[in-house]
């Protein structure tokens, strides 16, 4: 049998002084997938923020799909470089946070890199958004580097943990 | 650190062209299994699962999917396969979750996450109307594409 594996990368908590990016450097070529759960709150002055993921530096060659119900009604469309939504300072309940969930196979490898993203922020109040994202970077390099960014600033106990998974 | 015996590969391979892969000899040893298929196929598919072998119309499915612009949802019946999501020629990655798949008295019911983001988001949810233990699965297009250029990994998670 194979040894188990979900292998701690590293892991980010937000500081009293909130933090405009949350990277991910040095990210090591050694497991087959990555996979990233956060948990996020924004102090842009609205009631959602949108999270954008950065790889490598690049914030070029990114497509999208994404689908999304509101508590009403279902829709689709393309945001190139979404990664998910969040809870925002004016309008969302104080102290909720989003729950997002990223998985990124043969993020080493030399074909373009695609990723499944699911996201919920819910606030109870409305809108509350839940979202399954279809991610692509067109580009064949491994992945070294991971950064994610928003209108707003992560908030304090903002949390992002990155694991690899290894299929051997 | 390692998080525990909970995420465990049972066996994987590399594609660059073949239309079909089984995974065989499945252990019963753990709770749930998560495959995992990125790759890239000619053209949109879908990506059909069967299990044990079994070609009956005994699977059903139902499934959310987001084209970019609009938003649809379908249910079938009386099928001849599970979904496990699409196949497209960007690069794709459907991630299943197949839960108690060893029990032998439940029907098993999955859950897949579609991810062709040159085509569609979604989720599909399917049931095979059968109480044995899973002990293969079988991945491959319903119009005999080829998986190219990447991987299949079938892990196992316990639950203890």
């Keep these: ?168 | 650190m390692t998080a525990g015996a909970t995420y465990t590969p049972i066996a994987t391979t590399t594609f660059s062209g073949g239309t079909t892969y089984t995974f065989s000899s499945i252990p019963s040893t753990y709770t749930d299994l998560v495959l995992v298929v990125a790759c890239s196929s000619a053209a949109l598919e879908t990506m059909i699962l069967r299990f044990n072998g079994d070609t009956g119309t005994n699977y059903s499915w139902l499934r959310i999917l987001g084209s970019g612009s609009s938003a649809s949802s379908l249910y079938l019946s009386n099928q001849s396969a599970a979904v496990g999501g699409f196949m497209d020629n960007g690069q794709y990655v459907n991630i299943t979750n197949i839960m108690n798949y060893s029990n032998t008295t439940t029907y098993k019911t999955t859950i897949s996450r579609m991810n062709a983001p040159s085509s569609y988001a979604g989720a599909f949810t399917s049931m095979w109307r059968s109480t044995s233990a899973i002990n293969s699965i079988t991945i491959l297009g319903d119009s005999g594409g080829t998986f190219n250029n990447g991987k299949a990994t079938l892990y196992g998670i316990a639950a203890a």
């Design chain 1, 1 to 168: 049998m194979a040894n188990p594996t979900m292998t701690l990368i590293a892991s980010v908590t937000v500081g009293s002084g909130g933090a405009a990016t949350i990277d991910f450097t040095s990210i090591p070529s050694t497991y087959t997938d990555l996979c990233l759960l956060t948990s996020f709150r924004s102090n842009r002055a609205n009631n959602v923020d949108d999270i954008y993921i950065t790889l490598n530096g690049s914030t070029s060659s990114f497509s999208n799909k994404y689908l999304q119900g509101n508590g009403s009604s279902a829709s689709s469309g393309s945001v190139a470089r979404y990664y998910g939504s969040c809870p925002a300072a004016s309008g969302s309940t104080t102290s909720t946070f989003s729950n997002d969930l990223l998985y990124m196979p043969n993020y080493a490898g030399s074909a373009y890199k695609s990723f499944s993203g699911d996201t919920v922020m819910e606030y109870n109040g409305n809108p509350a958004y839940a979202a399954l994202n279809a991610g692509l970077w067109s580009n064949t390099a491994a992945i070294t580097s991971l950064s994610l960014s928003m209108t707003g600033s992560f908030v304090q106990y903002s949390t992002a943990t990155l694991y690899g998974i290894s299929n051997t």
